[in-house]
């Protein structure tokens, strides 16, 4: 049901993304991949969802890939509704990662993708995306994109507001709306 293909085949353009420029992820835009996940990856509306899947690979290929699981919004909400729907998408995209074989051909990758995208770049940029997340080079970041409510404290919710990775659990980061996520998260020295 969810596949490494039908994530490929979600690949949008952040600029005209469903989320209006709300959140945003220009710094580094030839690294950027963005997926869509709610309606096209899971289109399942009874399934609670997040907004997208961001993969930022820093430019040097030692380094590690960003992982940045979004949820926006854009009126009222409650934090255990952003915490399941952060959740639910992790768990589907960690069973997809979990299956995710060797892929070297760039042809391959290329045919997946949206035909918009499909490009000798773009290919080459999901390869070593994949790469890296079958050896586990990257880091988990969710995101919370939104106005302020009570449960915000500084730029991190409530420390029970978390998403389980594993054996781990990664606190969600809040952003304001209209805050560019890869500058963000190298003011705060996630990224190096």
Do not use: W
């Amino acid at each position: 049901m969810y596949t490494i293909e039908k994530l490929l085949s979600s690949l949008c353009d952040p600029t005209n993304c469903r989320e209006r420029r709300r959140i945003i992820f220009d710094a580094g835009k030839h690294y950027v991949l963005h997926f869509r996940i709610d309606g096209v990856f899971i289109t399942d509306k009874n399934i609670q969802k997040n907004d997208c899947l961001v993969i930022y690979n820093q430019p040097d290929s030692q380094q590690i890939s960003f992982l940045f699981l979004a949820e926006v919004k854009k009126r009222s909400y409650t934090i255990d509704e952003v915490v399941s729907q952060l959740q639910t998408g992790r768990d589907i995209l960690n069973d997809v990662f979990h299956k995710l074989s060797k892929i070297n051909n760039p042809y391959a990758v290329y045919k997946l993708l949206p035909k918009v995208y499909q490009t000798k770049a773009t290919a080459n940029l999901v390869l070593q995306s994949l790469e890296r997340i079958r050896k586990n080079k990257y880091t988990f970041i969710p995101i919370l994109c939104a106005k302020k409510n009570k449960s915000i404290y500084h730029r991190f919710l409530s420390p029970r507001f978390k998403i389980r990775n594993g054996k781990n659990t990664i606190p969600i980061v809040y952003l304001g709306h209209n805050t560019d996520v890869i500058a963000a998260m190298y003011r705060k020295k996630y990224i190096k």
